[in-house]
């Protein structure tokens, strides 16, 4: 007999875990085709974890990726860049 995940028989918890796992929302960054953003590296060169912040070209007070994920368990699972 497999056991789930979690110890138990029941394999609820182990389907409710896969379940949300494939669901996902997705977020368009920049919101407007009429921003740009700047990819950079970090600094020093070489040095793990050191990442340059993703920000939009919005007047005033520019969005950053970062502020648009804070809140969530996100992972980018695709990129599409427009030149």
Known sequence: MTIGEHGSKDYEVDID???LEQAHV??????????AVEFTAGTPANSWGTWAEIV??????PVTFSSKIADSDAHI???QVED
Not at 56 to 61: F, I, K, L, Y
């Open 17 to 19: 875990d896969l379940l």
């Open 26 to 35: 997705t977020q368009v960054f920049p919101e407007s085709t009429e921003l």
């Open 56 to 61: 939009d070209d919005t007047p005033v007070t």
């Open 77 to 79: 699972s695709a990129i």
